[in-house]
């Protein structure tokens, strides 16, 4: 049965009776796996990526690269990739993840054949027809639903490339997307954005840092990336832990006086979950990195957050959260594009943070969130990931908190209950 039609389940939050003092590894980054597995395919020599996320994101992505003819092998806790020439027909089952139903249509350009492409019904719903013009307008031949999934990428084996102007209001992954490929276009590609800001720059130097370690040439300006045409030569990339997925675990440790330490942080990254690091601070937490670890412990406040939170959008739902929490308001604003991630991130949060007795107001762009004593009750997830952990941060300060479908976060970690009961013993 797909995911998004499991039986929902209510899973009672654990309540924190003390604090939350623990020490994890998290799973890789789901992020830095799926452009792993992208370049490796696109990679003109093996690649060994180590410590790569398995769950159902990183499942997905290597489900449509084997589709292309990409040969994937586990090796213990590794992934061995080797790429062959890439083919259709094929079927490509997105499920709900964003990097695979905008970074694998580029890659299915340049396979021979045809590829179609479908996924949960809330797939249908999440932007992707600016880089389907903009595929288009680079040579590619694609059949789509009014910019939508499903959608047939008709692929000829090769991509022209040049220059393209795309709206990467909607999605930073448009131009990551474009960018992972481009080396392979017969042109490269120089993409520029015009519209709104591009949110999740984070993620966009993580594209270009993981496409120059694998010897592509990349120039960035203002709003303007291009990719010069060569070969990509990858041989080993190694996955972070996932630094968006320590929120959660940091935030235990912010709203109940505890202390969490999360192993393997790197001293540098382009993940967006480093700047927990500062944010966690302005809410009141103590953060500390030494010797590749990080240590966040609470100091008995947890004060509000006003930030422009367009950079680190994914951060959002855990950071909500933590204001809910708070003994301030908060104002999280710059995340309009929120609202066509997993779920209407911005709704899911007002709707759930209220029904359990919170103020929260909808901003067009955000929320706004004032201190209220909340109350036990069913926390929604929306078959969204973050909605779900963000339901279990609450409950450790919120008796009778319960998460409906925990499963769902499978998206991105693969034993989230398991962790979170680990942390809490
Ligand atoms: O490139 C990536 O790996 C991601 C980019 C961001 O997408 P948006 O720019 O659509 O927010 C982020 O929210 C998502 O979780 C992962
Ligand atoms: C927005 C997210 O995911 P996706 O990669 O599906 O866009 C997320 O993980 O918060």
Redesign the pocket.
């Known amino acids: 049965m797909p995911e998004h039609t499991a039986a929902a389940q209510h899973w009672p939050a654990p309540v924190a009776d003390r604090p939350v003092r623990a020490r994890l590894t998290l799973p890789g980054s789901k992020?830095v796996t799926n452009r792993a597995l992208i370049l490796a395919a696109l990679s003109q020599t093996p690649c060994l990526v180590r410590r790569p996320l398995n769950s159902r994101d990183s499942e997905l992505m290597v489900g449509a690269l084997r589709a292309l003819g990409t040969v994937v092998v586990e090796r213990g806790d590794d992934l061995v990739v080797t790429p062959a020439p890439l083919r259709g027909p094929a079927s490509v089952d997105v499920g709900n993840a964003?990097?695979v139903m905008r970074f694998v249509p580029p890659v299915a350009a340049l396979a021979a054949g045809d590829v179609h492409f479908d996924g949960d019904p809330r797939a249908r719903e999440r932007p992707v027809g600016e880089l389907l013009a903009a595929l288009r307008a680079l040579g590619a031949a694609i059949d789509d639903t009014d910019g939508a999934l499903p959608m047939t990428v008709r692929g000829t084996g090769r991509v022209r490339g040049g220059d393209v102007v795309l709206d990467a209001s909607g999605?930073?992954?448009f131009v990551?997307a474009l960018l992972l490929a481009g080396a392979r276009f017969e042109r490269g590609v120089r993409v520029r954005h015009e519209g709104a800001p591009v949110?999740?720059r984070p993620?966009l130097d993580m594209t270009v840092e993981m496409l120059r370690a694998a010897g592509v040439t990349v120039t960035v300006g203002d709003d303007v990336w291009a990719v010069e045409p060569g070969p990509i030569k990858v041989t080993e990339i190694t996955v972070e832990p996932d630094l968006s997925n320590a929120a959660p675990f940091l935030a235990a440790a912010l709203v109940t006086d505890g202390e969490v330490t999360i192993d393997g942080w790197p001293e540098r990254t382009t993940q967006p979950g480093d700047h927990l690091r500062s944010l966690f601070t302005r809410m009141g937490g103590e953060v500390e990195w030494a010797d590749g670890a990080l240590t966040l412990r609470g100091t008995g406040r947890v004060l509000g957050l006003e930030a422009d939170l367009r950079e680190v959008?994914?951060l959002t739902p855990t950071i909500a959260a933590v204001a809910a929490l708070a003994s301030t308001p908060s104002r999280l604003t710059g995340i309009a594009?929120l609202r066509r991630?997993e779920t209407d991130r911005i709704a899911a949060l007002a709707t759930e943070i209220n029904r359990l007795g919170g103020a929260v107001e909808e901003l067009p762009d955000g929320l706004i969130i004032e201190p209220r004593p909340l109350r036990g009750g069913v926390f929604h997830s929306y078959d969204d990931h973050r909605m779900a952990t963000s339901g279990a941060v609450i409950g450790l300060a919120v008796p009778g908190v319960e998460v409906e479908n925990i499963a769902t976060t499978r998206k991105t970690l693969p034993d989230f209950p398991g962790l979170w009961a680990e942390a809490l013993a």
């Open positions: 992020s964003g990097t999605s930073s992954q990551s949110p999740s993620h959008g994914e594009h991630h």
